[in-house]
C-alpha cells in the first residue's frame, strides 16, 4: 500500500498545478489519481483496484454543496443580482478552491480593506488550500470597493473575492 503521505502530496501538487490526473508506475506499484471538475474528492487507483478516497474533498479545498450551489448562483448573477454601485468596478476573482484569510495572522490588520489603493503586485488576500497558505495578489491597480468574502469563508474557483475601482 502506498503511504499516505504520498498520496496526499500528489493530491496538493495537482490541485497546485491544476492537473486533472497523474498516473505513476514503478516496478512495485501503480497509482493514478484523477480529479474531477464537479469538486468531488479525488479517485484513487492502486494496482488496477480502487481505492477509498485518500483524502477528503474538504482537505483538497472543495466546499459543501450548499457553499458550491451559493457560489455558482453568486457567479450567474441571479441571486446576488449586479447592482448599479457595482457598475464599473471589476472582481479579484479566487484562482483556487481554499479557505480565504483577510490577514496574514489572526493579530495582523487585513492586507486589503474598502478605500485602500493597491497595485497589480500588492497582496490582498491569503488562501489556505491543504495547510498552504497562497498570496493572492490583485494583478490590477484600483481602490477596493468591497470586500465581498468572509474571514475563514471557503470559497470555490472563480468566485469574486473583491470589488476594485480601476485607476
Known amino acids: 500500500m502506498m503511504d499516505i503521505r504520498k ?17 505513476l508506475r514503478d516496478k ?7 480529479r474531477q471538475t464537479t469538486l468531488v474528492a479525488p ?15 474538504g482537505q483538497v479545498g472543495a466546499a459543501s454543496p ?9 457567479k450567474s448573477g441571479t441571486a446576488s443580482g449586479t447592482s448599479q454601485d457595482e457598475a464599473g468596478l ?17 493579530d495582523k490588520p487585513p492586507l486589503a480593506t474598502v478605500g485602500m489603493t493597491v497595485d497589480a503586485n500588492s ?7 491543504m495547510k498552504i497558505f497562497n498570496e493572492i495578489k490583485a494583478e490590477r491597480s484600483g ?13 470555490e474557483f ?7 475601482r480601476p485607476s
Open 66 to 74: 450548499a457553499a458550491t450551489n451559493t457560489a455558482a448562483t453568486s
Open 90 to 106: 471589476e472582481a479579484i476573482e479566487s484562482p483556487m478552491v481554499g479557505t480565504f484569510y483577510a490577514a496574514s495572522g489572526p
Open 123 to 129: 497582496v490582498v488576500c491569503l488562501l489556505e488550500a
Open 143 to 155: 481602490t477596493i470597493a468591497k470586500v465581498l468574502v468572509k474571514n475563514g469563508q471557503a470559497v
Open 28 to 34: 512495485d506499484e501503480q497509482a493514478t489519481i484523477r
Open 7 to 23: 498520496l496526499k502530496e500528489l493530491v496538493r501538487l495537482m490541485v497546485e498545478n491544476d492537473l486533472m490526473e497523474l498516473d
Open 43 to 57: 479517485q484513487v487507483v492502486h494496482n488496477g483496484a480502487p481505492l477509498a478516497p485518500a483524502v477528503s474533498a
Open 158 to 164: 472563480g468566485q469574486k473575492l473583491f470589488l476594485i
